[in-house]
């Protein structure tokens, strides 16, 4: 299985730009494509969709959102943070069976 | 508005089965996509578990082994999993998705429902 590595948490400060990273086990390039989303999940809450294929943006995202990365090396950049984005963040690769999710990054407020 | 909607028993015995019907609502499921059940377990890791297709083809995770069915009822547009031989570790907090084939991400999510393994 593909695994995801995500850093477990972090805080940042109202205003400020703050990325996030998620490493795969294995390439997930192909056919020019990076087969990793990521999605927000607040509290009580059911994920949400933010980025897809590493770098689009899903429907009503804030342009505040955004992804970059490629090969085994994401990151989901969120500037400027505020304080609605408080949530942990997934990434997800659809590149290989079965469907894995990294363990989650959890964003909170200084 | 495309809405999906877990029900089923929050508490299920230890060595029993976990059924879950996922109702969807705003889009037929015979249409097109894929219905997947995806899981969060406690510790916050969460496990794709399967998905049965628009034409009703299944795929699951390799780690449920025969444990796993997932099957639909057209007539009601609803999609189900059932889980055997349940343990304490299959407590988690149950999710239906949809995703699209061949981009495997997941635009449209039910609110989840907790099932709690326990005696």
């Known amino acids: 299985d593909i695994v995801l590595t995500q850093s477990p948490a972090l805080a940042v400060s109202l205003g400020q730009k703050t990325t996030m990273s998620c490493k795969t086990s294995?390439?997930?390039?192909?056919?020019?494509?990076?087969?990793i989303h990521w999605y927000q999940q607040k509290p009580g809450e059911q994920p949400k969709l933010l980025i897809y294929?590493?770098?689009n943006l899903a429907s009503q995202v804030p342009a505040r959102f955004s992804g970059s990365g490629s090969e085994r090396d994401f990151t989901l950049t969120i500037n400027p943070v505020e304080a609605d984005d408080v949530a942990t963040y997934y990434c997800?690769?659809?590149?290989?069976?079965?469907?894995?999710f990294g363990s989650g990054t959890k964003l909170e407020i200084k | 508005e495309i809405q999906l909607q877990e029900s089923g028993p929050g508490l299920v015995k230890p060595s029993q089965s976990l059924s879950l019907t996922c109702s969807v609502t705003?889009?037929?499921?015979?249409?097109?996509?894929?219905w997947s059940w995806i899981r969060k377990f406690p510790g916050n890791e969460m496990e794709w578990m399967g998905y049965?297709?628009?034409?009703?083809?299944?795929l699951y995770n390799p780690s449920l082994k025969s444990r796993i069915s997932i099957t639909r009822d057209t007539s009601k547009n609803h999609f189900f999993l059932q889980l055997t031989s349940v343990t304490t570790e299959d407590t988690a907090t149950y999710y239906c998705?949809?995703?699209?084939?061949?981009?495997?991400?997941?635009?449209?999510w039910g609110q989840g429902v907790m099932v709690t393994v326990s005696s």
């Open positions: 049965i297709t628009y034409s009703g083809s299944t």
């Open positions: 294929f590493a770098s």
């Open positions: 997800q690769q659809g590149w290989e069976f079965p469907l894995t």
């Open positions: 998705a949809r995703n699209d084939y061949g981009t495997y991400f997941f635009d449209y």
């Open positions: 294995q390439n997930v390039d192909n056919f020019g494509k990076s087969y």
């Open positions: 705003g889009y037929t499921i015979t249409s097109g996509y894929d």
